[in-house]
Each structure stands twice: as structure tokens, then as C-alpha cells.
């Protein structure tokens, strides 16, 4: 991936409309750079916008635009189903763990994805699909096959293309709170939740394991044998030493996998991201981006801001009321502009008509960037753009040390 290029803003302004604009004419402008289009807004509407069905599948625009409204629950599924069941059949196959169900539902319940934020689902799903070199890869290419330009639905699934791989990714964020939950989950809320999971199991390892040094008797197999407790254990759940220590080193890889996506993603999202704001020339969305800006810049650059729904010039005199707009609006263009004196501000007409459909889309698209060369609407700042390698020996759980101890448990 070449670009990752956020919005984000207040509700209303016309995030969805310029993300969708700047898709459109980079599409246009850039035939040999496959663009995906991404809503992460959870009331959707580029069906609306492109006045065509675009929903959890990658749907083709144009010959090298694609667009898709994922379903969170779905890529929620995929990262935490495997885990959980395994986790489960571990926690059930123990003695001790098998006296404390309250445990056990606590860790399956926690990676169910019904009971996962809706913002860190999103998160996995942005994780997900900005990973790696073929972005879609993680989310199960043979899964994902769109239905191509002249395809149906009747058109059988092995006929159809499958999803490339894509250089820019624009993406059209839900308003602040929710945006910075975005960022926040692959840096924070995933590593936490697995730092969460890791800490319930090796510290039930490590009380089994003191336990079982301090008494003898306190081995449960001792109690169960004396009739002080049942062994509740279902029979499928009876796994010997190497079942166990084998699901457990499962457990810790995927954990470990999950880990380093996570970083990953952050140097992917640092290295070629771009957040752009959106607002309107008045005090509540000037105020929101005021408080975005700061909110975001931990996570990502920052590069220009947009002034939607401008009045046009020529509409001046024409009636009282309408001048008053323009003074109103004139006044925030002005303080928008000293306040992000070190961004790209770009500025673009409140059109006549709503900005839908491909043309009225592109129509916008040239209202924001006239004549500007596609470098500079790409990198605005022509900031220098690096993807990283991530580096992988990079352990801040120390997941090697906790798989000794259950190497050795
Ligand atoms: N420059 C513009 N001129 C006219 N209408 C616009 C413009 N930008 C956005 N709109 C309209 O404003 C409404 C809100 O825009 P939308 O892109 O959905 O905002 P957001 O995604 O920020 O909630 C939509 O009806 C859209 O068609
Ligand atoms: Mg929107």
C-alpha cells in the first residue's frame, strides 16, 4: 500500500461525499493504481452515494475503483472465533479451571464477538485490511470474490476476479469519539485485551503451580479422589500433557500473531496515513476539528483540512440573508485558516445540488482540487512516506518467557 488516506470531522459536514469525491478523481487520474474506498461509518451511505448496492463485499466502481461498507461483526469473527475456542477447551481441560466456571465465561464471553466494542471490531476490520501486502489476504481472498463489471450474482463464485491487491486506501471515518477508537484499538484495546487473556492464563498457571508445590492435597485430582469436589470435566475436554501444552503454544502463537499486527498496523497507519479534516466555515465543527487534531496527532499525520459548503463569492448581494451567511462563514474561514496556518487547507463550493452519483461526485472533487497536481493531493505537505518494517523481536508482553512457563507446566 501506497497511501492510506483517513477523513475525519463532525457529523454532517460532508466527510462521506469528499471522501468519496477524492476516490473518484484519484481513480480517474491515477488509471494504473487500484483504490478502495472504505466507509467505516456506521450509518453507511455510499450505496446512496454511488446509487449502487455496496455492502460487505469489495463491490467495483470502475475499472480501478472498488468500494466496501464492512460488516465489523464479520472480521471480528475471524480474529477472535479461533482464539476463544481454543482458550475455551484449554480453561475447560483444567482441574482447577474446571472449579471456577465463572472463569471460563468470563474469557469466552470477552472474545465473543457479539460482546466486542463495535470500535474495536472496526479496529479489527481497519487492522485487518490495511495489513500486509495484499491487504485483502487476511480477510480470506477466496472468500471475498467481487462480482466483476459484467458479473451477476448468478455468475458462479470460482468465475469470478478475485480481489487485488490495493495501492490507496481512502477511508471515510465516523465523527471524532469514534475515530479515535479507530487508532486507539490496534495500539491499545487489542494489546490490552490480549495482555488481558494472557494474564488470566499465566496467572492461573502460575497459582495451579504454587499450589501445587505448597500442599499435596490441594491437587484436585486428590480432592476429587476424596469426593470433596466432582470433577465436572465433559469427557471431550479430558486432554493429556502434550494436548495441552500443544493447544497452549497455539493460544500464545495466535496471540503473538495478533501482537505484531498490531504494531504493524500503528507504523503503517504512521508511516503512509494521512488524516485529513473536514468541516464547515462555523464554530461547532471548527471547534470539533480544534479538538481532533490534538486527539489524533498520536496516531497519525495530520496533512490538510477541508472547509466544505463555502458560499460562492458570486452569490454576494444578492439577498440580505444570504449575506449574512457569507460574513458568518467568512469569519471561521478566516480563524480556520490561523488555526491550521501548518496544514493544507482546501477549500471547496457549496454546490446546487447534492454531490451523488459518479459525476456529481467527481464535479465536487474538481470544486476541492482544481488544478492541483496529484503528488501534492497525495502527500500535501510532501511529507517523506515510509513503511516500515515493523520490527518483530519487538515483545512488550514477553510472550517468550510466558511460554517457557508452559513449556514447563
Ligand atoms: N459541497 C457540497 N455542496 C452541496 N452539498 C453538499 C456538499 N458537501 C456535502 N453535501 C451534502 O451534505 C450532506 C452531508 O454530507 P455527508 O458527506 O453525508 O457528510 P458526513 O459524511 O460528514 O456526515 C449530504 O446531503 C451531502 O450531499
Ligand atoms: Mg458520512
Known amino acids: 500500500m501506497e497511501n492510506l488516506i483517513v477523513f475525519g470531522g463532525k457529523g454532517g459536514v460532508g466527510k462521506s461525499s469528499i471522501s468519496a469525491a477524492t476516490a473518484v478523481y484519484l481513480a480517474d487520474q491515477l488509471k494504473n493504481k487500484k483504490i478502495l474506498l472504505i466507509s467505516f461509518d456506521i450509518a453507511h451511505n455510499l450505496s446512496d452515494l454511488f446509487d449502487k448496492k455496496i455492502g460487505n463485499d469489495v463491490t467495483q466502481i470502475t475499472d480501478n475503483l472498488f468500494a466496501i461498507e464492512p460488516d465489523p461483526d464479520k472480521y471480528a469473527e475471524r480474529y477472535t472465533g479461533e482464539l476463544a475456542k481454543k482458550a475455551r477447551i484449554l480453561i475447560k481441560s483444567s482441574k482447577v479451571i474446571s472449579m471456577i466456571p465463572d472463569l471460563e465465561v468470563i474469557i469466552t464471553d470477552s472474545l465473543q464477538s457479539k460482546n466486542i466494542p463495535l470500535a474495536m471490531k472496526n479496529s479489527l476490520f481497519f487492522q485487518s485490511i490495511i495489513d500486509a501486502e495484499n491487504p485483502m489476504a487476511d480477510i480470506g481472498e477466496k472468500e471475498m470474490k467481487y462480482k466483476g ?4 450474482d448468478s ?10 491487491a490495493f495501492d490507496i486506501l481512502v477511508c471515510d471515518f ?4 469514534n475515530m479515535i477508537a479507530l487508532f486507539e484499538v490496534p495500539q491499545d484495546n487489542a494489546q490490552r485485551s490480549m495482555k488481558f487473556s494472557l494474564r488470566v492464563m499465566s496467572s492461573v498457571q502460575n497459582s495451579f503451580n504454587s499450589i501445587k508445590k505448597l500442599t499435596k492435597w490441594a491437587k484436585p485430582a486428590a480432592w476429587m479422589a476424596k469426593g470433596i469436589i466432582k470433577d465436572e470435566r465433559n469427557d471431550d475436554y479430558k486432554l493429556d500433557k502434550e494436548e495441552k501444552k500443544n493447544l497452549a503454544q497455539d493460544i500464545l502463537d495466535i496471540l503473538h500473531d495478533m501482537e505484531q499486527r498490531s504494531s504493524r498496523i500503528s507504523s503503517i497507519i504512521k508511516g503512509v496515513g494521512s488524516l485529513r479534516l473536514v468541516s464547515i466555515a462555523e464554530k461547532p465543527s471548527f471547534e470539533e476539528v480544534k479538538r481532533a487534531k490534538k486527539m489524533s496527532e498520536p496516531y497519525i499525520s495530520i496533512d490538510s483540512l477541508h472547509i466544505n459548503r463555502l458560499i460562492p463569492e458570486n452569490e454576494r448581494g444578492r439577498s440580505k440573508y444570504l449575506d449574512n451567511l457569507y460574513g458568518y462563514q467568512e469569519k471561521y474561514q478566516k480563524l480556520i485558516h ?3 496556518s501548518d496544514l493544507k487547507i482546501w477549500e471547496s463550493q457549496l454546490l446546487d445540488h ?3 452519483g459518479y459525476n456529481g461526485l467527481m464535479e465536487l472533487a474538481k470544486n476541492i482540487y482544481n488544478d492541483t497536481p496529484i503528488a501534492d493531493i ?5 511529507r517523506f512516506l515510509i513503511n516500515p518494517e515493523a520490527n518483530f523481536d519487538e515483545n512488550p508482553y514477553q510472550i517468550k518467557k510466558i511460554r517457557k512457563n508452559w513449556e514447563n507446566a
Open 149 to 152: 463489471i459484467n458479473q451477476d
Open 155 to 164: 455468475t458462479p463464485i470460482e468465475d469470478r476476479k478475485k480481489i487485488p
Open 174 to 177: 465516523p465523527p471524532t469519539g
Open 338 to 340: 490561523n488555526e491550521f
Open 354 to 356: 447534492p454531490p451523488i
Open 378 to 382: 497525495l502527500n500535501p505537505l510532501h
